[in-house]
């Protein structure tokens, strides 16, 4: 049997029947002053539209959104830079900002250089 996920002692219920203040006073002292300062206009856009609640997935920019309850089992595209990253919330997410899940740099992978990559790549023998 599954332990009932619990975010600071408190229960998913508890949190979703808690006011916006009240949660912000749980998180860490990060996202608590990123809060505390007020949401952006364009994060204030990604909330209303969660909370329209259609169905589809909502596109965002806003990776500085912080996890909250209201979102839990949402699905959110956050741009990387690049493209869109599907993201579905689920309850280990909460309080993290949304572009941690999103990641915006790949790793390097080094190969072998190519003519014209430096002066010593001209005596590569070509296959």
């Known amino acids: ?5 619990n975010y600071r002692g408190k229960t ?6 808690m006011s916006m203040d009240e949660f912000i006073r749980m998180l860490p002292s ?3 002053r990123s809060l505390k300062r007020g949401l952006s206009q364009e994060q204030r856009i990604v909330l209303e539209k969660l909370r329209k609640d259609d169905g589809k ?19 959110i595209h956050c741009y990387t830079g690049k493209e869109f ?8 997410m909460m309080g993290h900002y949304l572009g941690e899940y999103a990641i915006s740099i ?22």
Do not use: C, W
């Open 1 to 5: 049997m599954p332990k009932d996920f």
């Open 12 to 17: 998913i219920e508890e949190l979703q029947a």
């Open 30 to 32: 990060r996202m608590r």
């Open 57 to 75: 997935p909502v596109r965002t920019h806003a990776r500085d959104l912080v996890i909250m309850p209201e979102m839990l089992g949402k699905t």
């Open 85 to 92: 990253k599907e993201i579905t919330i689920n309850e280990k």
């Open 106 to 127: 790949t790793p390097v992978r080094h190969g072998r250089p190519g003519i014209g990559a430096s002066r010593s790549s001209m005596y590569i023998p070509l296959k």
